[in-house]
C-alpha cells in the first residue's frame, strides 16, 4: 500500500471510529469478558498484531474461565485515543510514553489511568534532507520539522528534552515553532522528494528505515541518544476502574501480550507475515524481518527509561504530578518485569 493510499484507510478509520465508535458506545468500564482496544498504525504496534491474528486474548481468556470478546478499533492521534479512554469509549489504548504520562498526569486522583505494558523498544530518528544540519544545533528557522503531534507527542517531547539539554530548561520548546503536524507517511513521502518546506522528520519504522535508503536523506538524532539507551516507544494503558472490575479480562490481554513477545522473538519470519497481513502492507518480508531483527529494537513487555520522560517531563513542568518511580504510573500486574 502506498503512502497516500495508507493515508486515506488512516482517515477513513477515523472518521469511522470518530462518529461510530464514540458515538455509540457507554460510558464506562464494560463488563468482564469484553476488551474494546484502540490501535495505531505501524510497527510499533506489532505486539498487538500478533495478539489479534493468533487469537491470544480469547486463548487466555478460556485458560482462565472467561469468553472474552474483542472489539478491535484502528485511529491515529493521542490526543483522540486519550480522549476516547476517559470518555470510556475505550477499555484500552495505546500511544507513546509522553502521551501516556500526560493523561496518568490529567487524571491523577479521578480515573487514575495507568499503563499495562510496554509495546517494545525502538528508537525515533530525526531526519534530515539538508546536508548543512548535522545536529540539532545547525537547524533555524528556515527548516521545518515533520511530527505526528506538534508539541504534544512522542517525538514532540523527546525534542523538547533534547532542547533542554542543548538550550537549557527554560528553552526547552526552541523547535516549537518550526515543528509542523504532519502523518508519517506524508512527512517520509516529502523528506524523501524534497522540494517542499519539510527539512526534517521525527520519523519512527517503518518510515525511517525506507527513508534512510534514499541519499538524501541522513540521521542527526536518535531517540536513544536523548534518553541514554534502549527505551520505550510505545505503551498501553487503562482506567483504574477497568483495571479493578475485569481482572481476568486483563489478566488474560496480559498474558497474551507475554506470549506475543515471546513469539516475535522466536520466529520473526511469522512475525513478518502477521505485520504484513495485518496492515495490508506492501513492503517486502525482507525489509520487515530486517527492522524486526534490528538490535536496536526488542519487542518486550517490560518498560525500559520511561522513568527518564517522567522525570524529564515534571522537571519542565510538563507534568503537574512527580513519579518517584516507574511502579507509580504502571499497573502493578507489570511489577515482576525489570522495568525502569
Do not use: C
Amino acid at each position: 500500500m502506498n503512502y497516500s493510499a495508507k493515508h486515506n484507510k488512516l482517515k477513513t478509520a477515523v472518521a469511522a471510529f470518530t462518529l461510530v465508535g464514540l458515538g455509540l458506545a457507554p460510558l464506562g468500564a464494560q463488563a468482564e469478558g469484553t476488551l474494546r482496544i484502540a490501535q495505531q498504525f505501524g510497527i510499533g504496534y506489532l505486539l498487538l498484531d500478533v495478539v489479534r491474528d493468533q487469537h491470544l486474548i480469547e486463548k487466555h481468556g478460556k485458560a482462565l474461565g472467561v469468553d472474552i470478546n474483542v472489539d478491535w478499533r484502528t485511529l491515529s492521534g493521542a490526543t483522540a485515543i486519550n480522549e476516547a479512554l476517559i470518555s470510556g469509549a475505550l477499555d484500552v489504548a495505546s500511544a507513546g510514553v509522553p502521551p501516556m504520562l500526560t493523561v496518568w498526569d490529567r487524571t491523577n486522583g479521578k480515573q487514575n489511568i495507568k499503563a499495562i505494558a510496554s509495546l517494545g523498544s525502538m528508537p525515533n530518528y530525526l531526519l534530515s534532507n539538508n546536508p548543512a544540519v548535522k545536529t540539532i544545533a545547525d537547524l533555524s528557522d528556515k527548516d521545518r520539522i515533520a511530527v505526528p503531534a506538534a508539541g504534544v507527542g512522542f517525538q514532540s517531547r523527546t525534542l523538547q528534552i533534547a532542547s533542554a539539554e542543548r538550550f537549557g530548561d527554560k528553552d526547552y520548546r526552541h523547535f516549537d515553532n518550526i515543528t509542523i503536524s504532519l502523518p508519517h507517511p506524508d512527512a517520509s513521502a516529502a523528506l524523501i522528494a524534497g522540494g517542499s518546506e519539510i527539512s526534517a522528520h521525527f520519523s519512527s519504522p517503518p518510515f525511517q528505515y525506507q527513508a534512510l535508503e534514499h541519499a538524501n536523506v541522513h540521521k542527526i538524532l536518535s531517540s536513544y541518544d536523548v534518553l541514554g539507551g534502549q527505551a520505550t516507544f510505545n505503551v498501553l494503558y487503562a482506567t483504574e476502574k477497568f483495571h479493578n472490575d475485569n481482572p481476568k479480562t486483563y489478566q488474560a490481554f496480559y498474558d497474551a501480550l507475554a506470549e506475543a513477545s515471546q513469539l516475535v522473538k522466536n520466529n520473526k519470519k511469522l512475525a513478518a507475515e502477521i505485520y504484513l497481513r495485518s496492515e495490508d502492507s506492501h513492503l517486502s518480508t525482507e525489509l520487515v524481518q530486517k527492522i524486526i531483527s534490528d538490535p536496536e529494537i526488542d519487542f518486550t513487555i517490560a518498560p525500559e527509561r520511561t522513568f527518564v520522560y517522567a522525570e524529564k517531563l515534571y522537571q519542565l513542568g510538563v507534568l503537574k504530578t512527580q513519579a518517584h518511580s516507574w511502579k507509580d504510573y504502571f499497573f502493578p500486574e507489570a511489577y515482576n518485569q525489570p522495568g525502569s
